[in-house]
């Protein structure tokens, strides 16, 4: 059931990547290239998507636990570290170089290119190599 | 401004949120991908495999659904009825990219989906600073490569 309900929830991730122009790494850069020809797009797909999750997570959270698992798997940190901001500024370098964050680098599979080959190798390497690092920084 | 992208953009934005949303309440899970699926490729995730591998399954036939279909939902700027654009750029370029983004995601905790969706939508001030961090560094990447050095990217 658990399997079930993931795939579901891929299904319509892929779907509202794909939909949404995510799947084109060409609007996400052009969605960061603010001096050039702006593409508005990517402002639409998290802004439909934020409003969406801020709206059904507070309806969700309010049940005592899901629907087929125990409990609500949330973080709790609250701090600020450099392992945060400094990850996110490298992977904000290779975002703009590539215009791919993980979903749709995966969810554009079907249509496979030796680029994204390389872009999917690289970064499950780069998973491999962040669980080294030592957890304190 | 181009009205049927930004159309698709939301009515994509919103699949994407109800994605989460149904994560949440059937599995109890933060739809983060970068999360999702290092936990299932560097096998860190014992005993936790088996959703994570149907989400992926599930990502990667959301859009070969549309493809298959035949369907004119795709939104690729330069081919508005293709699915799944092109590269921006070579193997030697997105093995960089690929390294920088698994390597950034992996100690920042999250991506696009997990700070940015999903922590934008609980208010969490580490997601709202690390999507800030985020899309500020790839801004200036952009602006670098395009108006500064002048690459093809």
Known sequence: MKALMGYLAGLLFGLGLAIGGMTDPARVVGFLDIAGAWDPTLIFVLGGAVVTTFIGYRLVLRRDRPLVAQGFQLPTRRDLDARLIGGAALFGIGWGLSGYCPGPAFASIAGITPPLIAMLAAMIGGWFLARRLPAKS | ?153
Request: charged share 10%; hydrophobic share 50%; net charge positive.
């Open chain 2, 1 to 153: 401004m181009d009205v049927t992208a930004s159309l698709h953009g939301l009515i994509g934005g919103i699949l994407i949120g109800l994605s989460a949303v149904w994560l949440m309440a059937t599995l109890g899970r933060i739809a983060g991908i970068s999360g999702i699926l290092s936990g299932l490729l560097t096998r860190s995730s014992q005993g936790d495999s088996a959703w994570r591998l149907t989400f992926l399954l599930g990502l990667i036939s959301g859009p070969l659904l549309l493809m298959l279909l035949g369907s004119d939902l795709g939104n690729v700027a330069s081919a508005p009825a293709k699915v799944i654009g092109e590269p921006v750029g070579g193997v030697g370029i997105m093995l960089l990219a690929g390294l920088l983004v698994g390597v950034g995601t992996g100690i920042g905790g999250g991506c696009t989906s997990g700070h940015g969706v999903c922590g934008l939508a609980r208010v969490s001030t580490r997601s709202i600073v690390a999507t800030l961090t985020f899309l500020l560094v790839a801004i200036i990447t952009v602006y670098l490569m395009r108006h500064v050095i002048g690459g093809d990217v």
